[in-house]
């Protein structure tokens, strides 16, 4: 079946440094592959996303590659903010099975501090 | 703001009892997704609708059920409660039934049984 797996968090930072946060996934075809981002008390908002291998999506800082060989779409920034702090969450949309639900990960809690 | 409105936002009822979801989809979108956030399972499907009709069921209770109606609002009606159904439900929606659409969440309906 369709599954993603994240790294366990939490994850803390300090502002200004480098964010990797590791998902691979396992699905039948080719999958669209997703970042949502969910801040303290907040609904889940889209961060980016990928529909094709080797395409690579960004928004605000940061980026995300779809590897097909590695079955991977890891998350990075090259400085985080305090204003990052939030659960990230992956997830893939499968194109075959008859739904394009999302399927996600169980997320990853990063806190930035000053 | 995703164009995707729930209500209420919290709620709190006793065991036993039933309650009822809203949601309203963004303007033009065909598709309306439920998921359950809760802390030991993630985030879990439960069930998707495409233009009134059921298209996808996941992990769905037989005390749960949904629809959608005409208009293309959502209501998720959760019956006979219990401790371990509160939770953080979730309502999106998209365009259509396309895999690899963005599909947009609202902020939620916080539930909680005491």
């Known amino acids: 079946g369709n599954s993603v797996t994240q790294m366990e968090g939490p994850v803390t930072l300090s502002e200004e440094a480098f964010l990797t946060i590791n998902c691979t996934y396992t699905?039948?075809?080719?999958?669209?592959l997703f970042w949502y981002v969910q801040y303290p008390g907040e609904g889940l908002q889209l961060l980016l996303k990928?529909?094709?291998?080797?395409d690579k999506g960004s928004n605000k800082g940061f980026e995300a590659t779809y590897r097909k060989e590695t079955t991977s779409f890891h998350l990075e920034k090259g400085s985080v903010q305090v204003s990052d702090s939030a659960v990230y969450f992956c997830?893939?949309?499968?194109?075959?099975?008859?739904?394009?639900?999302?399927?996600f990960g169980k997320g990853t809690k990063l806190t930035v501090n000053p | 703001d995703s164009g995707v409105t729930q209500t209420p936002k919290h709620l709190i009822t006793a065991t036993g009892q039933r309650v009822t979801l809203r949601c309203s989809p963004r303007?033009?979108?065909?598709?309306v997704y439920w998921y359950q956030q809760s802390l030991d399972q993630g985030l879990q499907f439960l069930i998707q609708?495409?233009?009134?009709?059921?298209?996808a069921k996941g992990n769905i209770l037989e005390r749960f059920s949904a629809q959608q109606f005409p208009d293309l609002h959502s209501e998720l009606n959760l019956s006979s409660l219990e401790l371990g159904d509160s939770a953080l439900y979730f309502c999106?929606?998209?365009?259509?039934?396309?895999?690899?659409?963005?599909?947009?969440f609202g902020e939620g309906s916080w539930l909680t049984v005491v």
């Open positions: 699905a039948t075809g080719y999958p669209s």
């Open positions: 999106a929606s998209s365009v259509g039934a396309v895999p690899g659409n963005t599909i947009y």
């Open positions: 997830a893939l949309s499968p194109t075959q099975g008859g739904s394009e639900k999302l399927v």
């Open positions: 990928a529909t094709k291998a080797d």
């Open positions: 303007s033009g979108d065909l598709s």
């Open positions: 609708y495409y233009n009134g009709e059921e298209r």
